[in-house]
């Protein structure tokens, strides 16, 4: 079955702490994976791509197909990194996009 | 350039009534996708439409349906409304499918509030 699993319902760390929010996926084909970010009163939105291999925003996210993890980074959290943060596969050949339930990050001063 | 523009913003509706949501895709995409996002459950796939053409449906019943028009704007009916399908939903637009990094663009949702 295809899945995508974020264990934590709300992650909560201090100002220029480290963050790591988690993704795993399940999904026997080849994946292109995505974190999507909603912050208050915004629409939901591209943070990075796991293609792109880019760091937007600090945040980086490496895909490990041998843990099935597409882990979300950042080394120092700000305070308006505080949103809700979703996890997306994107099926090959059906396209389709499948969202985990998101975790919320709070950044606390 | 606009982004994908979602009606009504909010809508109330007794149970056993019909819902209708509308979305217009950002210029130049042709898939539409639906999600909905009830409380504490996520987004959940509910339809996919490419050029028209319905591509992909979630484990939704038939009481949810919609269709995508020739200028790629799409509308999501849900019938015989229940409580649970109160949620926020979600329409986002993406461009060519196979395209490698293909991304999707969300709206601002629909609340629907079933009564």
């Known amino acids: 079955a295809q899945r995508v699993t974020q264990p934590e319902k709300l992650l909560s760390v201090f100002k220029g702490a480290p963050v790591e929010l988690k993704c795993n996926y399940s999904?026997?084909?080849?994946?292109?994976l995505f974190w999507y970010v909603q912050y208050s009163r915004q629409r939901l939105q591209l943070l990075l791509r796991?293609?792109s291999r880019e760091s937007i925003k600090g945040f980086t996210a490496d895909l490990n197909k041998g843990e099935t993890s597409f882990h979300l980074k950042k080394p120092f959290a700000q305070e308006e990194d505080s949103a809700m943060y979703y996890c997306?596969?994107?099926?090959?050949?059906?396209?389709?996009?499948?969202f985990g339930t998101g975790t919320r990050l709070k950044v606390l001063a | 350039e606009a982004g994908v523009t979602q009606s009504p913003t909010h809508l109330i509706k007794t149970r056993g009534q019909q819902a209708t949501l509308r979305c217009s895709p950002i210029?130049?995409?042709?898939?539409v996708y639906w999600y909905q996002q009830a409380l504490g459950l996520g987004l959940q796939f509910l339809l996919w439409y490419d050029e028209g053409e319905e591509r992909n449906r979630g484990n939704f019943p038939p009481r949810f349906s919609g269709r995508q028009f020739p200028n790629y704007s799409s509308e999501l009916n849900v019938n015989a409304l229940e409580l649970e399908d109160s949620a926020l939903y979600l329409c986002?637009?993406?461009?060519?499918?196979?395209?490698?990094?293909?991304?999707?663009?969300f709206g601002e949702g629909s609340w629907l509030t079933v009564v």
């Open positions: 999904y026997s084909g080849s994946p292109e």
């Open positions: 986002a637009s993406s461009g060519s499918v196979g395209a490698i990094g293909n991304t999707i663009y």
């Open positions: 210029s130049g995409h042709t898939s």
């Open positions: 796991h293609i």
């Open positions: 997306a596969l994107r099926t090959s050949g059906t396209y389709k996009y499948i």
